[in-house]
Nanobody, 127 residues
Framework: QEQLVESGGGLVQPGGSLRLSCAASGFTLNYYTIAWFRQAPGKEREGVSCISGEIGSTSYADSVSGRFTISRNNAKSTVYLQMNTLKPEDTAVYYC????????????????????WGQGTQVTVSS
């Protein structure tokens, strides 16, 4: 059974760092694009970053570009989101999601493209 499990969330002060992990099981991670989404209270869910299957090209939302880094370890079937210089506006529940990668197609943050979703992990940035 296909499953994604996020971990690594928590409470951090502004300017601090966290690393989120997304552990995949039941499918071959290398064949999938993995994206991180987040949803803040009272707001719609938004795409944060994604990393494509096979070649591992990456994309970032403007709000996190230069502060967040996405990476993958196919041997561990895990995708990471390193979050630095965190701001209070980064507070949200963070979800990872998987979409079958298609060669030549640039992944987007359109949620309908994603087949599997994790349960989310809370990130709170506050002093």
């Amino acid at each position: 059974q296909e499953q994604l499990v996020e971990s690594g969330g928590g409470l951090v002060q502004p300017g601090g760092s966290l690393r989120l992990s997304c552990a995949a099981s039941g499918f071959t991670l290398n064949y999938y694009t993995i994206a991180w989404f987040r949803q803040a209270p009272g707001k719609e869910r938004e795409g944060v970053s994604c990393i494509s299957g096979e070649i591992g090209s990456t994309s970032y939302a403007d709000s996190v570009s230069g502060r967040f880094t996405i990476s993958r370890n196919n041997a561990k079937s895990t995708v990471y989101l390193q979050m630095n210089t965190l701001k209070p506006e980064d507070t949200a529940v963070y979800y990872c999601a998987a979409a079958l990668w298609v060669a030549g197609y640039k992944p987007t943050f359109d949620e309908v493209e994603y087949d599997y979703w994790g349960q989310g992990t809370q990130v709170t940035v506050s002093s």
